[in-house]
Every structure is written in C-alpha cells, then in structure tokens.
C-alpha cells in the first residue's frame, strides 16, 4: 500500500508539472494554427491568393508579421517541449523533486525562458511586465529554476480572472541585495484568504477553488525545489487585490 501511495504521488506531480508546459504549447499550436490560416487566406494580397505578377512584400513590411508571429510562437512551443523533456528526463530517472549539483546560471536568461513559455495564455487574461534590470546569477539546475519560475508564473495567470485583460496585470521583476537574487511574481488577481495563507506550500492543498491539475501540488513542489537550492519563498496576498510571491536565491560573481 504505501509503495502503491509513492507511485501515486509521483504521478500526480509528474501530471502537474507537465500540464503548464502542456498547456503552453496547445496555447501556441492554436495560435501558429490561426496565424498560419491569416497568412494564407486569399483576401490577404500576399497570401495563397496572390495575383500572378504582384510585387513582393519587403522584409519590414506589415504583410509579413503574421509570418513573424507564426515563428515567434513556434518558437515558445520549442521551449515548452524542452521544458517537458527535461522535467521527464528527471522525473524518471529519479522518482522524486531532486535537482543535480548546480553551477552559475544566469537568472535573466532563465526567467526569459520561463516567460516565452508563459506568454501566451497570461496575454489572454493581463498585462504582462517583465522588469530584469538587476539580475544575478544564481547557483540553481537551470531546468529546476525553470520549473520554479513556470509554476509560480502560471498560478499568477490562473488567478486572474477572464475577460479583463487590460486591468490586469502579471509582473515578474528581479533585484540583487545582501548576495541574494531576489524574485518577486506578483498578479492582480483574486487574491488569497488570509486564513489560507500558511497552508499555500502543503501538498494538496490548492489556492484555486475547484482545484486546477493535480490539486495542490505546484506550490509544495516550489517550495521544494527552492529549499533545495538554499533559498527561500514565501507569499503575501490580499483578497481582490492579487498575490506577490517573493524568491530569495543566492547570488554568485558572474
């Protein structure tokens, strides 16, 4: 029974981890998809409908950024696939939230990993402001790092509700102080109870209501996976106000 509960949990955090990636790349099929049928509808003078003779489009003209966008979402699928490659590659050869012994990683890059990966569903419900004028390096496994900055970005994302994308907002910013890298996600969702608040990082214990995925276990993975780092999480939330997650990592010389 309790080699039978092991395998259970495994599975469901191996499930929760692969469904924001998952759900990134459905996200940017659908739009590639979309983007592709724009390009290639005959209304369009430079599409599959071009007249014979017609003069090609320049590089920067504005008949050619569909094409632009169907690469540029192409690409955030690529990431979301290696996201899920990795996380797999781990998950099996090691059954648990483990990461490899770490090296210098620069922060920036990863959060902008993180983000292409994020980017289209958060649009579909905010703002969306990256601030990465002071970013460290970190000593971290960049796929674990990876891992961490997705959970939380997509959680900030599915607290938000639908419908109102312009006065919402999803924030992710980075500082240096006291030789710690400094990460702050913050949304302005729907906020958490505060009598919630100290159960946030339990296994099984979810923020959203019903409960998304696996129910429960992004964050007690984060905070996981954080701890194992050597560095610390923790969260401040107001109700109808939104949610800031904060991330302290050591930081190291470049």
Known sequence: AERAATVSLILRQLAHELRNPLTSVKTNVEHTRDM????????????????????????????????????EAAGDALHAVRQIE?????????????????????????????????RAEIREKSRLEVDLRAAPCVRADPTALG??????????CQAIPAGDAEHHCVTIALSEADQKAHIEIRDTG?????????????????????????????????????????????????????????????????
Do not use: W, Y
Request: proline residues 12%.
């Open 36 to 71: 592709a049928h724009r390009a290639a509808d005959p209304s369009n003078p430079f599409g599959s409908g071009q007249p014979t003779g017609a003069e090609p489009p320049k590089p920067n003209e504005p008949s050619l950024r569909p094409l632009a966008q169907i690469a």
């Open 86 to 118: 990795a996380i797999l590659v781990r998950a099996v050869s090691e059954g648990r939230a483990s990461i490899p012994p770490a090296g210098p990683v620069d922060l920036a890059r990863i959060v902008e990993t993180a983000v292409r990966i994020c």
């Open 147 to 156: 891992q961490i900055l997705i959970n939380l970005l997509m959680n900030a």
């Open 190 to 254: 729907v906020g958490i109870p505060h009598e919630n608040l100290p159960h946030v990082f339990e296994t099984h214990f979810s923020t959203k209501n019903p409960p998304v995925g696996a129910g429960g276990l992004g964050l007690s993975i984060v905070k996981e996976l954080v701890i194992k780092m050597g560095g610390t999480i923790r969260v401040h939330s107001e109700v109808a106000v939104g949610t800031t997650f904060f991330v302290d990592l050591p930081a190291v010389p470049l």
